[in-house]
Structure formats: C-alpha cells, structure tokens
C-alpha cells in the first residue's frame, strides 16, 4: 500500500498537513510528526497536569502511556527525559493531611493518616441526606492510574545513562518512596480506603489486599455478581507495583524495597494471581485458516449493572424503555467494553516483565497472543475500518444514561479508544495486527471525515455530537489522538 508523503510547518496551535501524493509513508516520516506533536502540545501537556482537578492525573497517563511505552522500548531517553519533566509538574499537587475523607455513596467518613502520607486530593462536592459536602478527596483510580504511568517511568529511567539526562535523575530520586510507602504499601496493607457500598453491595471498608481477597469470595458476589467484578483501579495497583519491584531488581538502591516489604508485596502479587488466572479465559476463535485462541476476561461480572443494560442493541435508533425490556430478555455473560480494556496490554505485560523478582507467572505471553487474536479476529472490522465496544464482539450502546438523560455512546464509537489506546501494540503477538495498522493510518491520514462519522460520537440530549478529526482543523483534539495512535504503529 502506498500512502501519501506528509510534511508540516509547527504553528501555535498545530500542524498544517501539506500531502504530496505517491510517495511512502515510513517510519521517519511518523517519528516526525510525533516529535513535532509533541513538541506542540508539551506545554499544554504540563499546564493540564497542574490543575486543580482529579482529571489532570487521569487524563495524563491517557495521553502519555503510549509515548512512554514506545520511548522505553526503543530507548528514546530525550522523550523519556521530556515525559520525566511532565510527570515530575504533579510533585507540587502533593499534599500531606492529617486525616482523609472518604464517600461509600451513603455517608460521607473521616480515616485519620496521622500526617504521615503524601497524597494528591482535588475538590469534592457530595449531597448527602440533602446535605451538601464540599471538600478534598483522593481520587483513588486517578492516582492509580497515573502512578503506574510513573511506576513505568522510573523503571524504565533506571536503564538511561546517569548523569546525561536531568529529568530523568530527578524523577528517580522523587518518585519511588512516593510511590511505594506513601500510596502503594498504604494501600494494599495499612489503611482502608476501597468498598462496593455505593454499589449497593457489602457494607465495609477494606485495603486493597483484603478487596483482592474478598473479591476472589464467591460469597462476595453472591447479591450482585458485579460486587466482585475486578475494575481498571485493581489492574493498575497490580501492575504498578509490578513495575516497582522490577525496578528494584534494576536497582535496589535507588528504588529501595526492605525484605520485609518484599515479602508482603509478594504474597499480594499471590492473590493477584490468583484472582486474574480465575477470571481470564481463554476461548476458542474459529478463523478461515482455523482455530485460534481468544480472550473473555471477567465474562458474566458486569450483568446487570447499568452501564452495560444494552451491551447486545446494536441498532442506530436511541435505546429506549421498550428495548431495556429486549435487552433483559435476551441477557447474555457480559464482557468489558474496548475503552476500559485499554487497561490490558499495559497491565499484563508489567505483570510478565517483572515475573522473576515476583514470583508470578500468569498472565503469561500467551494471554497477550489471546488478546491479540481477540483484537483482530473479534473486535475489528475491517469491512466497517471500526472496533466493536465491547471485547466479546458485541457492538451495542455503551453507557446509556450514565452523564444524564439522552446520553450514550453508540456502536462503534468506543473505536476511539482502539485507536488511542494501545491496543495496537498487541501487533508483537500477532502480526496480522500489522494489516489493523495500515487501515488506522488511511483513516487517520487520508479519510478523517470517515473517522468522525464514527470514532468517539457521543450521545447528549438524544442527538450524536462528532468530534473533528479533520487535517483542516489541525485542533488540539487531533493532535492529542495522533500523540497516543502514532507510537502504537511504531514499535
């Protein structure tokens, strides 16, 4: 396939595209316009990350894994030392309370820390008994989900030479107590900080250890099976200290971790095994050359539970009262949609790279082969150049109701997510992903229009809103897509 040349000016706010027809478009040509779009939204990047709000943690490590993954892999210390600088910005978000509020979607509770931990907490408005609460919480999947970011970060800093890169050192020296005793062994061991109340489910406050433990309790979910179903904030836990404990194997002096704390962290890492081996299954695929493996995780958990009420209506009509009826008829094991599964590459292949010094050995590689054939056999289309929502290949609403009446995203347009969110790496385990590839960057490159028709539509007030993707635009939306979509077809 031959693609057209793109060069490009840098402007304020973008690139101007100017194509040049028959001409390959190779891998310079895609380092190029990631070093220049980065470059472009770098500061927005730092500026975004020193907000006053739980997003800023949240959305960083959306934008920035991908880059982070592809600059460790191939040694891009001058990116790393770049990404270094953005993650080291959230240092002066850091607060030390002496107590923390936590909310179970009841009542609204005090835990004493006794000063002792360092924590990211952004404002909070509750109504509770017709009360209104305002005050600062930590958002535990917001900084979750950005200290595996920066978990990966250090990890893969310890391999850049010492003394060349600033950013990098500083990192280094700032974030592992930070990461390990402040969050990580708080967590998982000392203070109680995680619950399903608000889910209607068993009354309690657990750390992170005893939820595993719970959750891995038949009994746990006995009232509503999704009270025990695993969550994005549980992955990133697991797989953040995984990266951590690979990073003291690199070196334990500037990533220290007493025995003591080994121990326990290992017998954690048990329990997570163990519940991750008992949830993945691996399926059988029919394809034209055969049968392959493919990957359910957590399959059946999420019955019920709203967000996925219409998992199987794939009709271009809104959903309605009448077709929630249709969907409990035919109810099915339910499966976790495309843009929380984004979750996956990242999360096993920390838990495979830091195998030896943990002692855990499932997931293996071949749940990432699983995954890929899942990707490519299941999910994609290569007729429609779209990703079903959901991982079992069902492709219907998402989330109907869930920011307020009219509201959802319809078939196809968690293909965003697909796109940006490192699915793409999962091209190491098969190579026909390589072929997903080039269709994303015809879509990307050369039919924009196509792409917003359907990638990331989102439904308010009953009516599709579409984002622009357009080379005209050259918006910062664009840029922040192509920012995550170009590492992930680079490697």
Same mark, same amino acid.
């Given at each position: 396939?031959?693609?057209?040349?793109?060069?490009?000016?840098?402007?304020?706010?973008?690139?101007?595209?100017?194509?040049?027809?028959?001409?390959?478009?190779?891998?310079?040509?895609?380092?190029?316009?990631?070093?220049?779009?980065?470059?472009?939204?770098?500061?927005?990047?730092?500026?975004?990350?020193?907000?006053?709000?739980?997003?800023?943690?949240?959305?960083?490590?959306?934008?920035?894994?991908?880059?982070?993954?592809?600059?460790?892999?191939?040694k891009e210390y001058a990116i790393l030392d770049s990404l270094a600088?953005?993650?080291?910005?959230?240092?002066?978000?850091?607060?030390?309370?002496?107590?923390?509020?936590?909310?179970?979607?009841?009542?609204?509770?005090?835990?004493?820390?006794?000063?002792?931990?360092?924590?990211?907490?952004?404002?909070?408005?509750?109504?509770?008994?017709?009360?209104?609460?305002?005050?600062?919480?930590?958002?535990?999947?917001?900084?979750?989900?950005?200290?595996?970011?920066?978990?990966?970060?250090?990890?893969?800093?310890?391999?850049?030479?010492?003394?060349?890169?600033?950013?990098?050192?500083?990192?280094?020296?700032?974030?592992?107590?930070?990461?390990?005793?402040?969050?990580?062994?708080?967590?998982?061991?000392?203070?109680?900080?995680?619950?399903?109340?608000?889910?209607?489910?068993?009354?309690?406050?657990?750390?992170?250890?005893?939820?595993?433990?719970?959750?891995?309790?038949?009994?746990?979910?006995?009232?509503?099976?999704?009270?025990?179903?695993?969550?994005?904030?549980?992955?990133?836990?697991?797989?953040?200290?995984?990266?951590?404990?690979?990073?003291?194997?690199?070196?334990?002096?500037?990533?220290?971790?007493?025995?003591?704390?080994?121990?326990?962290f290992r017998v954690y890492l048990e329990e997570a095994a163990d519940?991750?081996?008992?949830?993945?299954?691996?399926?059988?695929?029919?394809?034209?050359?055969?049968?392959?493996?493919?990957?359910?995780?957590?399959?059946?958990?999420?019955?019920?539970?709203?967000?996925?009420?219409?998992?199987?209506?794939?009709?271009?009509?809104?959903?309605?009262?009448?077709?929630?009826?249709?969907?409990?008829?035919?109810?099915?094991?339910?499966?976790?949609?495309?843009? $929380? =599964?984004?979750?996956?590459?990242?999360?096993?292949? %920390?838990?495979?790279? @830091? +195998?030896?010094?943990? &002692?855990?050995?499932?997931?293996?590689?071949?749940?990432?082969?699983?995954?890929?054939?899942?990707?490519?056999?299941?999910?994609?289309?290569?007729?429609?150049?779209?990703?079903?929502?959901?991982?079992?290949?069902?492709?219907?609403?998402?989330?109907?109701?869930? $920011? =307020?009446?009219?509201?959802?995203?319809?078939?196809? %347009?968690?293909?965003? @997510? +697909?796109?940006?969110? &490192?699915?793409?790496?999962?091209?190491?385990?098969?190579?026909?992903?390589?072929?997903?590839?080039?269709?994303?960057?015809?879509?990307?490159?050369?039919?924009?229009?196509?792409?917003?028709?359907?990638?990331?539509?989102?439904?308010?007030?009953?009516?599709?809103?579409?984002?622009?993707?357009?080379?005209?635009?050259?918006?910062?939306?664009?840029?922040?897509?192509?920012?995550?979509?170009?590492?992930?077809?680079?490697?």
């Amino acid at each position: 396939m031959h693609y057209r040349k793109l060069t490009f000016y840098s402007l304020s706010l973008g690139i101007v595209l100017l194509i040049q027809t028959n001409l390959v478009f190779g891998q310079d040509d895609k380092k190029e316009i990631l070093h220049d779009v980065f470059a472009n939204q770098y500061t927005y990047l730092k500026k975004y990350i020193s907000n006053d709000h739980f997003m800023s943690l949240y959305k960083t490590q959306i934008w920035t894994n991908n880059l982070l993954y592809y600059a460790g892999e191939r040694k891009e210390y001058a990116i790393l030392d770049s990404l270094a600088g953005l993650y080291l910005a959230a240092l002066e978000k850091l607060e030390r309370p002496d107590f923390v509020i936590r909310y179970n979607g009841v009542v609204v509770d005090t835990l004493l820390t006794g000063g002792f931990y360092t924590m990211w907490r952004y404002p909070m408005e509750r109504t509770v008994n017709n009360s209104v609460f305002q005050y600062r919480e930590e958002h535990l999947l917001s900084s979750a989900q950005f200290l595996y970011l920066v978990s990966m970060a250090v990890n893969y800093s310890l391999e850049a030479p010492p003394g060349r890169y600033s950013n990098i050192d500083s990192l280094v020296q700032a974030y592992p107590e930070i990461i390990l005793a402040h969050h990580y062994r708080r967590w998982i061991f000392e203070m109680e900080h995680f619950q399903v109340k608000g889910w209607g489910c068993i009354e309690g406050w657990y750390n992170h250890y005893e939820f595993l433990q719970m959750k891995n309790d038949v009994r746990f979910a006995r009232k509503k099976r999704y009270c025990g179903a695993l969550t994005d904030s549980d992955l990133w836990i697991i797989a953040g200290l995984c990266e951590m404990m690979d990073a003291n194997r690199r070196d334990s002096a500037k990533v220290f971790i007493s025995e003591t704390d080994k121990a326990l962290f290992r017998v954690y890492l048990e329990e997570a095994a163990d519940i991750l081996q008992s949830r993945i299954d691996i399926k059988r695929i029919k394809t034209a050359s055969g049968t392959v493996a493919g990957f359910a995780f957590d399959e059946g958990y999420w019955n019920h539970y709203p967000d996925y009420r219409y998992e199987r209506y794939e009709d271009t009509l809104f959903p309605g009262e009448r077709r929630l009826k249709w969907r409990k008829r035919t109810s099915s094991r339910t499966a976790w949609d495309i843009s $929380h =599964g984004r979750r996956f590459f990242f999360a096993f292949q %920390s838990v495979i790279k @830091a +195998a030896e010094v943990t &002692g855990v050995h499932y997931p293996d590689s071949s749940v990432l082969e699983a995954l890929a054939n899942q990707l490519v056999y299941v999910i994609y289309d290569k007729k429609q150049q779209a990703f079903r929502n959901f991982i079992n290949g069902n492709n219907g609403w998402y989330r109907v109701g869930y $920011h =307020g009446e009219g509201t959802a995203s319809p078939p196809w %347009s968690l293909s965003l @997510a +697909a796109l940006e969110g &490192g699915w793409l790496f999962l091209g190491k385990y098969n190579s026909d992903v390589n072929a997903i590839h080039e269709d994303m960057i015809d879509l990307v490159f050369h039919q924009p229009q196509k792409m917003s028709n359907r990638y990331g539509v989102y439904y308010r007030n009953y009516e599709p809103e579409y984002l622009d993707f357009s080379l005209e635009s050259n918006s910062r939306l664009r840029q922040l897509m192509l920012l995550q979509f170009l590492p992930s077809v680079m490697l």
